[in-house]
């Protein structure tokens, strides 16, 4: 058994998991997770840097981690960053600060390796479920990008995309420096078509029809779960593998994109920090279930961060 420490930093979130692995058994046991919307990538797609107060938010909540990690007494620690730290220019600024607070770098990695950690996260305890049948297409939609990945037992094909809820929240429906609220019917088109083109990308390496089972990650995916549940507050146990049909991710999808702030910010289980970007992200879930035909989609609350922990074993 080993105690280690996993830290994903990504466009719009940061999180922590602090856990018991062990190798033999395949168990992994949860001491502290935890997450933290800061917004890293705000803007990142518009100015091709990260903001002061972005980074300021960022580096508060790895001063609480830092706390986290040494009262767990955490062996081995691994912080990761994806997509708005890959794309900035002043990224050398985020590593010396990460450095600083925990002792270590962050690993600014690929989307290939994104979606290998994903897909070990995501699928380590689906073996033997009934009713469902490999390959799985695993998608991780984030704030900056989403990753697909098809896999057996292990990855077959990976791809990542530069469409996530923030990167396409701010590149299609902010005017004038605020988000449409509710978008127009322009805004959401112009985001569809963009979203479509990048589905074409990921299809050229990734057979996306073949999968049997569909996978989604990541907050918009358990929060469109916790919507079609209608959960009185975000209950993880119930979100997790929890499946929701596609008819009824094209009846949430298209309630978000008609509603205003107000509306949204008033259902129970939406985190405040979800609440302007929430409408895109259920639009690209909805498009890959469209796009590959599959009638559901498993929602995982073990994703990315459970590979980052389980590569530390």
């Known amino acids: 058994m080993t105690r280690v420490a996993a830290i994903d930093c990504g466009t719009n979130s940061i999180r922590l998991l602090v856990a018991d692995v062990d190798p033999a058994t395949g168990e992994l046991t949860d001491l502290d997770r935890r997450m933290t919307i800061v917004r890293l990538g ?3 797609d518009r100015t091709g840097r990260l903001a002061p107060e972005a ?9 609480e981690y830092a706390a986290a990690i040494k009262e767990h007494a955490a062996e081995r620690l691994r912080f990761v960053a994806t997509s708005a730290s890959r794309d900035a220019e002043n990224r050398d600024v985020f590593v010396r600060g990460v450095l600083d607070i925990l002792g270590v770098e962050p690993e600014v990695i690929t989307g290939d390796q994104e979606a ?15 009713h ?10 984030g704030g900056g990008s989403t990753e697909f990945v098809v896999g057996d037992d292990h990855v077959r094909a990976a791809r ?18 605020t988000v449409t609220d509710p978008p127009t019917e322009a805004q959401v088109a112009a985001m569809r078509a ?20 569909l996978v989604g990650l990541a907050g918009s995916v358990t929060t469109v779960s916790a919507i079609a549940q209608d959960l009185p507050e975000y209950d993880s146990a119930a979100i997790h593998h929890s499946r929701v049909s596609r008819d009824r991710v094209r009846e949430i999808s298209d309630w978000l994109l008609r509603s205003t702030h107000a509306e ?4 129970p289980s939406m985190h405040p920090g979800r609440v302007d970007v929430i409408g895109a992200g259920a639009l690209v879930l909805l498009a890959i279930m469209e796009r590959t035909g599959a009638e559901e989609v498993v929602v995982s609350e073990h994703d990315i961060l459970d590979g980052i922990a389980w590569s530390l074993a």
């Open 42 to 44: 705000q803007g990142v």
């Open 55 to 63: 980074l300021e938010r960022t580096f508060a909540a790895c001063r």
């Open 116 to 130: 290998e950690f994903s897909f070990t996260g995501a699928t380590k305890e689906l073996a033997g479920r009934d």
């Open 132 to 141: 469902l049948d490999k390959p799985y297409l695993v998608v991780d939609i």
């Open 160 to 177: 990542s995309v530069d469409v996530g809820c923030v990167r396409m929240t701010e590149r299609h429906l902010v005017h004038d420096g």
């Open 194 to 213: 963009d979203i479509e083109a990048a589905l074409d990308l990921a299809e050229e390496t990734v057979p996306l029809r073949e999968a049997r089972t």
């Open 264 to 267: 949204r910010a008033a259902v």
